[in-house]
């Protein structure tokens, strides 16, 4: 197979590092860790559609991060983006709301199991900031418990001690656990009676460069006692997770009802909203928070948004990304296979983590997945992957044969390994 | 004149109350005090053209708050509707940026006079925060200065000791003067040597229920001495007046430097977008923050915000608001007058604050803002309004007609005073 060069893209990156902190930031930049070497992958895309992204220089791709995790139906999806279109004949970001964010406000507690009210904003980070402030409202507590290397967004509160940027008194409050060690958090509470506002987790680990881990037996049940005992708040962070696993809220699939859940990033397949959704006890603590935004009235994406719940019911979307999913890691590890190499799967099938765990410095990993990628299969390297509805049997096929070659280029260089 | 009835408007707003926390929250909502009496208010729109919104039962108002400060070429331009709509049979939130994010950095940089760089995220709030972490990691230094009852969003650390939902530790970096009071500031910062990593206000005083207050001559000039003498970073915060006094930067409009700089609102018409601007000193430690969302990337806020930048330098913007605001205030204490009442106009004219001053208690000021509310001018009680582009001289007649007979219903009320 040819390999794709991306002489635009690094042109448009030297225009960028002029006029942009980094050029590009954040996770989709190429200084973090996921894209590693910068060279096998491109910087800019020029348009997408479905379950593909063209670049700046005119190479298709097969996007398997969807945005890292809005596109959930497709990019572009004409049902969605029709509902959109015909919103924004009317009106979008007014001095007076819509009645679609009582729709879709409406639409979420009919959908999401644990939401009696939901809340809307436009960042992740909104909604889990929101959530803690709620907790300490609704409590007059003010510490939280966090798992160990979790995510909650960018907030100074969600940071480590000697990150750049933060203040010590910023996460003076935070305490940690480690993932699925229910008597590390038993042990906190007892350590801190009366003084813990809410444990806030996402529903299973998505750590980076480590296999993704799900709940224990029982892990969540635990949990749900020990926070109902103690008057402790449980906020699950969905916003990676949300409406991917099942669409009544990851905290319904793994059997547990969360206090407040924070959803983001598939909820309007890209349009710009995120909510809140929480229980009845603690919607008078949520009234008590002054908590606005520019934006955060704006009707388009709620309207989206309504549109993208109809489309995921109708299409029974977990399922049918859990079948994609399968279909396609199953495919993976037998290429693998076929080329001596071992392919770990890990976490849910619709936001797979993928390791080739028989390089224990995991060069040989990145140099397949860079391969991948210069073959149009985009992949990253040390981050969880995400399935969208619009991937087709044959992109499957095409990614299966991408893999191949690429297993073929990696074993080239290493020939005596395994 | 006919006053309006918000049958609609009431019934939506119940079902709001079941499924929204507060209904409607923020200071949209009829719980804050910009809409007292909540009987004289509509509290949902349904569409928006130019300088009008249509609630939801049909009737139509003059919208002075231009979704506070978003509208500022008037509800769905279509230049900038169509550049959106272009951009979106392409592409918007995808996993790589577009070319999109870069022309319009390069776009700010050209236009804003401080600017070497920007950043784009969806929140005023977000930027804000970021300015406080850039100027904490290339300080090295943890506090900060506001000044008094300023407002910079609703993290954590904006808010007041005693609100709900914050830790004392969350605001134990802040350090508050008075407005306009350079004595104080220059002591405090004497008080702390070494220690303090910004200043951040709002280019001009915009308090609530108070007049607004300029800066005096010569506040900023010495203001930006002393940050520079003591490597403090002066953080403009242009959320609310970016673009509506100078295109260049409100610290350009009054004289002086800024090192990073706010922006979000009238950024791009509505579209949901906020950038940060900085100085290049600032640009290695902007990079060293590690910072993102979910919707940063989204490539149709940024086309939008290109073509709003282009167009406000067509149609010079500032002026032309300038002269809208010159003109309509006038028009309103002329009506005033003629009634025997003094209304006081303060701020800057596009962004125009005013109150009526022959009652201490402001309830005539209320009572007349109702009923120019119920007359299809919609004004609010104690916040700055805004000016978009979009009003005509029709629309100002009418606005002074309704203002008058406004007047005259509330004379009604009080025949004996003044």
Not at 97 to 103: D, F, G, R, W
């Amino acid at each position: 197979m040819e390999t794709y060069t991306y002489a635009n893209s690094r042109k448009l990156f030297e225009r960028a590092m002029k006029v942009i902190p980094a050029g590009v930031y954040g996770h989709l930049g190429p200084v973090e860790g996921s894209m590693v070497p910068p060279s096998a992958f491109p910087f800019f895309s020029s348009h997408a559609e479905g379950a593909h992204l063209w670049d700046v220089d005119g190479n298709r791709f097969i996007d398997y991060m969807c945005a890292y995790g809005p596109n959930i139906l497709g990019y572009r999806d004409e049902d969605i983006d029709h509902a959109a279109r015909e919103q924004a004949k009317l009106s979008d970001c007014v001095t007076l709301p819509s009645a679609t964010m009582v729709e879709f406000a409406e639409q979420l507690v009919d959908t999401v199991d644990s939401a009696d009210w939901a809340f809307f904003a436009k960042n992740g980070g909104d909604v889990t900031s929101f959530a803690l402030m709620i907790a300490r409202a609704a409590t007059g507590r003010t510490k939280a418990v966090f798992v160990n290397k979790g995510y909650h967004g960018v907030a100074a509160w969600t940071k480590l001690p000697g990150n750049p940027g933060i203040a010590e008194a910023d996460i003076s409050n935070n305490l940690y656990v480690d993932w699925n060690n229910y008597q590390q958090l038993e042990e906190l509470v007892s350590r801190h009676p009366g003084q813990i506002a809410c444990f806030m987790a996402s529903p299973y680990f998505q750590g980076n460069f480590v296999d993704n881990e799900l709940p224990e037996a029982e892990y969540w049940s635990k949990v749900r006692a020990l926070c109902t005992k103690h008057g402790i708040v449980l906020v699950i962070d969905d916003v990676r997770c949300g409406f991917r696993l099942d669409l009544a809220g990851s905290d319904h699939y793994y059997g547990f009802k969360a206090d407040l859940i924070c959803f983001c990033k598939a909820l309007a397949n890209g349009y710009n909203v995120s909510a809140l959704c929480g229980i009845d006890a603690l919607k008078s603590a949520a009234s008590s928070v002054f908590y606005t935004g520019s934006y955060w009235f704006s009707a388009v994406p709620f309207a989206a948004g309504i549109a993208t719940l109809k489309k995921l019911k109708e299409i029974d979307a977990p399922k049918r990304l859990y079948e994609i999913g399968k279909k396609l890691t199953e495919g993976l590890v037998d290429v693998a296979r076929t080329h001596s190499f071992n392919l770990n799967i890990s976490g849910e099938l619709p936001m797979w983590y993928m390791r080739i765990t028989d390089d224990e410095s995991q060069i040989i990993h990145q140099e397949w997945i860079a391969a991948c990628v210069q073959r149009g299969v985009f992949f990253t390297n040390h981050h969880n992957h995400f399935i969208n509805a619009a991937l087709t049997d044959e992109d499957i096929l095409y990614t299966l044969n991408v893999a191949d070659d690429a297993f073929k280029a990696v074993r080239k260089l290493h020939p005596q390994f395994v």
